[in-house]
């Protein structure tokens, strides 16, 4: 674990170059300036730093000190003495950091290691007590959880993976579009609370029925209620006027005019109208405590949800059409800047623009290059929130970035195929407006040097 938590440190080079000019000058007669000459002097600087709670971005702003003259004489002649005057100048950098919170990293290693929201707790306790400053608990409240965040009404095909049951995905989706609350995680909630249907009775001890094990008085309204969350066996709970009357949570979701606990349409789309009724969109945690009062419960909703999550493959609908040899372009969008030096936006000095952008407007889906692995899914101040993806293609080790997006679909260690959602065009980050930053490193991965980086346009019918 030690190892997994050290920081990882990345450097740039910049150049400290002096420029120098000089004049001879016979008395007060001076001639003009020589031509500036340029001596390069190469630096190394420290440009970010990847913590297991966060990381720091150190951004450099270029300037040149001002001119400091020497003079010589060189030679006394009978018209009078001869100087020479020389003038140096140096290019500097002032230096700027940004720290942002992200427990994202450090929240996989102790998942790895199985530990709940207690033992979680424990540990920041702990880490308090011993003088130190964390907010990891705040953060996993806020963020569920889910690596890379989660995209209600994802407009493609999401393709469940083996361990989901293919007929129900109709219900999770049509649910999360109803109600706003993630479809693997009522597919969570279904597996948790019946197996996916496989409980033999689906009855449990309380008296809990049904596909997603409500209470008939939660289901219908409790103010029928008559002891334990149960209702008098003549009431008709799947009548949508009992319900409205109770003010149950029951959904006819089928449209057969009834809400009916052992239907799994109407089942599912309750749960979501009970989870979004309890705050979801606010603070996910808490309404998933709220479904079983229980905190190892929502642990075990939480992680079988996002091992769901990261088992689907997402097809965005509107499809990606260029494809290279072997690439796909990542995305339907214009090319807004090429790979090459260029006059930096924000840093105002030539840079070598390792990539390539691709600009549009609305909610825009990025999605993966060709088949690899997740190297990386992060977020920092200059990529914001960026993937990396791992290829061997023909044989030969390739790395794609994507960077600056509103959020990821993925998470380190995961498969993914070509033309898989990864998240959505963004201006996280260093950016001043929304586009794709998209980078190909052929035979190296990604390094503060950009060594391996080439034209992805050589590789990609832009």
């Known amino acids: 674990m030690a190892e997994d938590l050290a920081p990882t440190f990345t450097y740039e080079k910049f150049n400290e170059y002096t420029e120098s000019q000089t004049q001879e000058c016979i008395e007060n ?4 300036w020589t031509d500036i000459e340029k001596q390069n002097n190469f630096v190394q600087k420290l440009t970010l730093v990847d913590f297991w709670s966060g990381q720091t971005q150190f951004d450099y702003e270029s300037y040149k000190t001002s001119w400091e003259v020497k003079e010589e004489t060189k030679v006394t002649r009978k018209d009078g003495a001869v100087k020479t005057k020389t003038r140096i100048r140096k290019q500097k950098f002032r230096s700027t950091e940004n720290t942002t919170s992200d427990y994202f990293t450090f929240d996989q290693i102790l998942n790895s290691h199985d530990l709940g ?4 707790r424990l540990i920041q306790e702990n880490f308090l007590i011993a003088g130190g400053e964390m907010n990891y608990i705040s953060w996993l409240e806020g963020n569920a959880g889910f690596g890379g965040g989660s995209f209600p009404g994802f407009n493609g095909v999401i393709i469940p993976g083996s361990n989901i049951p293919a007929e129900y995905m109709e219900h999770y989706l049509s649910a999360e579009k109803e109600y ?4 693997f995680v009522l597919a969570s909630l279904h597996f948790v609370e019946t197996g996916f249907s496989t409980h033999p009775t689906m009855v ?3 008296g809990a029925i049904g596909h997603v094990q409500f209470l008939p008085a939660s289901w219908a309204g409790w103010k029928y209620d008559i002891g334990g969350g149960s209702v008098p066996a003549s009431l008709d709970i799947t009548n ?6 109770g003010g149950g949570y029951g959904v006819d979701a089928n449209g057969d005019g009834k809400a009916d606990p052992w239907d799994v349409a109407d089942a599912i789309h309750t749960a979501a109208n009970y989870l979004s009724k309890s705050g979801y969109s606010k603070d996910k945690r808490k309404a998933i405590f709220n479904y079983n009062r229980a905190d190892w419960y929502v642990e075990k909703v939480m992680n079988n949800a996002q091992k769901f999550k990261d088992a689907a493959v997402y097809k965005p609908a509107d499809g990606v059409p260029a494809y290279g040899e072997n690439l796909m372009r990542p995305t339907q969008a214009s090319v807004s800047s090429s790979y090459g030096m260029r006059f930096h936006p924000i840093h105002h000095e030539m840079r070598l623009h390792s990539g390539i952008d691709l600009a549009a407007v609305g909610k825009v889906p990025i999605v993966a290059s060709a088949d690899g692995v997740v190297a990386r899914s992060k977020y920092n101040g200059a990529l914001g929130h960026h993937v990396m993806i791992d290829h061997s293609i023909n044989g030969q080790y390739v790395q794609t970035v994507y960077g600056h997006m509103r959020g990821r679909n993925v998470r380190v260690g995961q ?7 990864l998240g959505f065009m963004g201006s996280t980050g260093s950016s001043t407006a929304q586009h794709l930053h998209f980078e190909i490193h052929v035979g190296g991965s990604y390094n503060g040097a950009r060594s391996f980086s080439v034209d992805p346009a050589k590789y ?3």
């Open 415 to 421: 498969t993914v195929s070509q033309g898989e959602f």
């Open 460 to 462: 990609i019918n832009f």
């Open 29 to 32: 007669d001076c001639e003009e």
């Open 240 to 245: 949508l006027s009992v319900i409205k009357g």
């Open 180 to 183: 706003g609350v993630d479809w």
């Open 117 to 120: 929201l207690n033992d979680k």
């Open 204 to 206: 449990s001890s309380v």
